[in-house]
Antibody, heavy 121, light 108 residues
Framework: QVQLQESGPGLVKPSETLSLTCTVS????????WSWIRQPPGKGLEWIGW???????NYNPSLKSRVTISVDTSKNQFSLKLSSVTAADTAVYYC???????????????WGPGTLVTVSS | EIVLTQSPGTLSLSPGERATLSCRASQSVSSSYLAWYQQKPGQAPRLLIS???RRATGIPDRFSGSGSGTDFTLTISRLEPEDFAVYYCQQYRNSPYTFGQGTELEIK
């Protein structure tokens, strides 16, 4: 059974770059699409983007200028970088697999437990 | 971008009652491109329904989804104590994939 785990700094300073990694276990990262999703405290969910194991990406236009998602198939990991962060980027960040009949259009399952990233000086 | 509007914002019911949650899309997401998730405090969302009506593995049959086009419904036939949580719909018809703002199902 595939499991995901996010890792990275819990505190980032304003204007710096947020960097997170998602490690996939119990299965191969190959042949699937993988996503990052975030949730500000007490608020709803926002899709950030997806990556295919080959490296193809698609980003939410609202974040596209600041987001880079990459993949390392040798480590079964994919990563998120979000540049020029502000307090508005404070959120729980989740990684998830994109699944469905018509990928990359699909639902998210499973999810990692999430990691809280706070942007503060 | 497809905007999803969920109603009500909060639903207060008692165990054993029936819950009906609504998700309306700003444009058609077809009959197949909608999912529902359940989220409990401090946990990641859990997939309940995909393709508007297909229960995910391990989801009890008291959960059911219906709808097409722009109007979708998640029904919980008989509420159990563990069902009180926040529920989100998500469309994957068009990128960017979007979520509704959530419906909080609370114990009355």
């Amino acid at each position: 059974q595939v499991q995901l785990q996010e890792s990275g700094p819990g505190l980032v300073k304003p204007s710096e770059t947020l960097s997170l990694t998602c490690t996939v276990s119990g299965g191969s990262i190959s042949s699937y699409y993988w996503s990052w999703i975030r949730q500000p405290p007490g608020k709803g969910l926002e899709w950030i983007g997806w990556i295919f194991y080959s490296g193809t990406t698609n980003y939410n236009p609202s974040l596209k200028s600041r987001v880079t998602i990459s993949v390392d198939t040798s480590k079964n990991q994919f990563s998120l970088k979000l540049s020029s962060v502000t307090a508005a980027d404070t959120a729980v960040y989740y990684c998830a697999r994109v699944y469905g009949d018509y990928v990359p259009s699909g639902w998210f399952d499973p999810w990692g437990p999430g990691t809280l990233v706070t942007v503060s000086s | 971008e497809i905007v999803l509007t969920q109603s009500p914002g909060t639903l207060s019911l008692s165990p054993g009652e029936r819950a009906t949650l609504s998700c309306r899309a700003s444009q058609s997401v077809s009959s197949s491109y909608l999912a529902w998730y359940q989220q409990k405090p401090g946990q990641a969302p859990r997939l309940l329904i995909s393709g508007a009506s297909r229960r995910a593995t391990g989801i009890p049959d008291r959960f059911s989804g219906s709808g097409s086009g722009t109007d979708f419904t998640l029904t919980i036939s008989r509420l159990e104590p563990e069902d009180f949580a926040v529920y989100y719909c998500q469309q994957y018809r068009n990128s960017p994939y979007t979520f509704g703002q959530g419906t909080e199902l609370e114990i009355k």
